[in-house]
Nanobody
Framework: QVQLVESGGGLVQAGGSLKLSCVVS????????MGWFRQAPGKEREFVAA????????NYADSVKGRFTINRDNAKNTVYLQMNSLKPEDTAIYYC????????????????WGQGTQVTVSS
């Protein structure tokens, strides 16, 4: 079973930036599509971004388009989420997700999750 470990969360002022990392172990990273989701207090978990196995295809939630960038380094078994121009409404626990996926584009559903990392954006 693949394991995911996130890092990089923290406290940042509005307008600032953070970069999240997710290291994948116990699996062939090249066969997994990867995604980032988030859950704010009192809200359901929501999709943020996803990337295909090769990194050639990405999807973003409308709320983060133009501000967040997902990419991956297959040599390091790591997926990243660069978050710029952060807003207080971006405050949430951010979860890394994986799915064994052979399609060209990323899937819409994932089945393996990390433990999450807290991102707090102050106004």
């Amino acid at each position: 079973q693949v394991q995911l470990v996130e890092s990089g969360g923290g406290l940042v002022q509005a307008g600032g930036s953070l970069k999240l990392s997710c290291v994948v172990s116990r699996g062939n990273f090249n066969y997994y599509a990867m995604g980032w989701f988030r859950q704010a207090p009192g809200k359901e978990r929501e999709f943020v971004a996803a990337i295909s196995r090769s990194g050639a295809n990405t999807n973003y939630a409308d709320s983060v388009k133009g501000r967040f960038t997902i990419n991956r380094d297959n040599a390091k078994n790591t997926v990243y989420l660069q978050m710029n121009s952060l807003k207080p409404e971006d405050t949430a626990i951010y979860y890394c997700a994986a799915r064994l996926w052979l399609g060209l584009g990323p899937p819409t559903e994932f089945d393996t999750w990390g433990q999450g990392t807290q991102v707090t954006v102050s106004s």
